[in-house]
């Protein structure tokens, strides 16, 4: 009954705001004095990867200027680095991972109250495992025309992962933090073919118990690095950081992750909660900056002169080359084998954008699944998580003054209750309804059931 009153709740406030009908034409921001802004020097962070894209192209094209922000940019060095220095107000925001701002709502780790007005995009991961394994599962793949055929499951790893325990030994996997889409996308991967990849428990912080395989943290920019120097057999990243391994010729990436869950929530950016409480029309100017960044780079045309900002040292830092293997509508896997994937990267296409209760909820459900969330819970309180941080009652009022102002239409809004359809997206066709999350993880094969 709370999961229904909650859900009538959230409907209702929101079904009687202009938020999702847009605004009438003769508001718009020409004919009306503009907000006054509360804070117009912003600084926010980032991590070296090309999700970073629509705080950069924000910036860089100015439409961060264009709502009256003076917007410094600032590459952390990892994702904990970032978090720390929001919630303690070093950054005024961030490019976040989609579970930062959750775990820390639930308490896994640092504890604090940072809500999500805007997704930042979708897709745009992939897993790399080093050559040496590659070489020793590549004969058990199925092939068509001399190329492996894709999207490639977890399976033929059974039988090097028994080789190696053997032999006293483990195959060791790299992902980007503990709450991070990563964990999660490859955690999904391995349970998908019946590989464990361990439990979180209260002395065990590493999430290694049971596991098949041993998961740990390793940052984006040190995945190649660490990989070539044998301390990880492979790992789950974002680009560029795939695309190095095979222009580096140490690895090869098997699946992206469109192809474990297509079209998953990435990134968002992440603001601590009193910043928008205190900063309500700089929070909606810095979404709306953010939102055209985001139609910018979806059209394809942009796309080179995007992976031309991004390769700048101070932002991504890589080879123009390497960034637009993904960027530019394809992905290499093996060297010389090139392949369309014109959703690997997603900025504003199918309501990347919008903040979706249901995206956070998926997240929810793996952090129980795999013991970061320690107690069985019930349906209302993965409700009541998702619609304290996911805020998108500011997404559409930024949206409705960006449809006042011309520069979007009433169809770019989407007539929502907050959730995604139903989904069976994913490399197991195990269907994910978000508002049925404890039906969702009874569902599962590995993990939690409750």
């Known amino acids: 009954m709370r999961h229904i009153a909650i859900a009538t709740t959230l409907l209702a406030t929101l079904a009687t705001t202009s938020l999702f009908t847009g605004c009438d034409k003769k508001e718009s921001s020409s004919q009306m004095a503009p907000a006054t802004l509360e804070k117009e020097q912003l600084k926010l962070g980032f991590i070296k990867l090309t999700d970073c894209a ?64 805007l997704s930042l995009d979708l897709n745009g991961n992939g897993i790399t495992l080093s050559n040496k394994v590659w070489d020793a599962i590549k004969p058990s793949i199925k092939s068509e025309g001399g190329r492996p055929v894709h999207p490639i499951a977890a399976e033929p790893l059974k039988p090097y992962i028994a080789k ?123 979404v709306k900056a953010v939102i055209k960044a985001q139609k910018w780079l979806d059209d394809p045309a942009n796309r080179p002169q995007a992976v031309s900002i991004l390769a700048r040292s101070e932002y991504v830092g890589a080879d123009s080359a390497v960034i637009a293997n993904s960027m530019t509508g394809t992905f290499e896997f093996e060297v010389g084998d090139v392949r369309p994937v014109a959703d690997f990267n997603v900025f504003w296409n199918d309501n990347a954008s919008f903040p979706f209760y249901s995206d956070a909820i998926w997240y929810l459900t793996q952090m129980r699944r795999w013991g970061q969330i320690g107690e069985a819970k019930t349906d209302s309180f993965y409700l009541a998580v998702a619609s304290k ?61 409750d």
């Open 164 to 286: 190696l325990k053997k032999s006293g030994e483990s195959l060791k996997l790299g992902m980007v933090f503990p709450v991070s889409t990563h964990n999660y996308q490859l955690r999904y991967w391995l349970a998908a073919s019946g590989i464990n990849p361990g439990q979180y428990t209260a002395t065990d912080v590493n999430g290694n118990t049971g596991a098949d395989v041993l998961l740990s943290v390793t940052p984006p920019p040190q995945m190649p690095s660490t990989m070539e120097a044998g301390t990880i057999h492979g790992y789950c990243v974002g680009e560029p950081w795939n695309q190095a391994a095979v222009t580096k010729k140490i690895g090869v990436p098997v699946i992206a992750s469109r192809d474990i869950w297509t079209g998953h929530a990435e990134k968002v950016l992440g603001l601590r909660a009193d910043f928008t409480e205190k900063n309500p029309n700089t929070t909606l100017a810095i």
């Open 389 to 449: 941080v996911y805020r998108p009652e500011i997404w559409k009022k930024a949206a409705a003054e960006l449809v006042a102002d011309g520069f979007l239409t009433g169809k770019d809004i989407p007539e929502t209750d907050g959730f995604r359809p139903v989904t069976s997206a994913f490399i197991d066709s195990i269907p994910f309804d978000g508002h049925h999350p404890v039906a969702y993880l009874k569902s599962l094969p590995v993990g939690n059931k």
């Open 54 to 117: 629509p705080l950069v192209i924000a910036r860089e094209l100015g439409y961060f200027e264009e709502e009256g922000l003076n917007v410094t940019l600032e590459a952390q060095a990892n994702w904990k680095v970032l978090l720390d220095r929001v919630i303690d107000g070093q950054l005024d925001g961030a490019h976040m991972l989609s579970g930062q701002p959750l775990g820390a709502a639930v308490g896994i780790g640092t504890q604090a109250d940072i809500v999500v007005p």
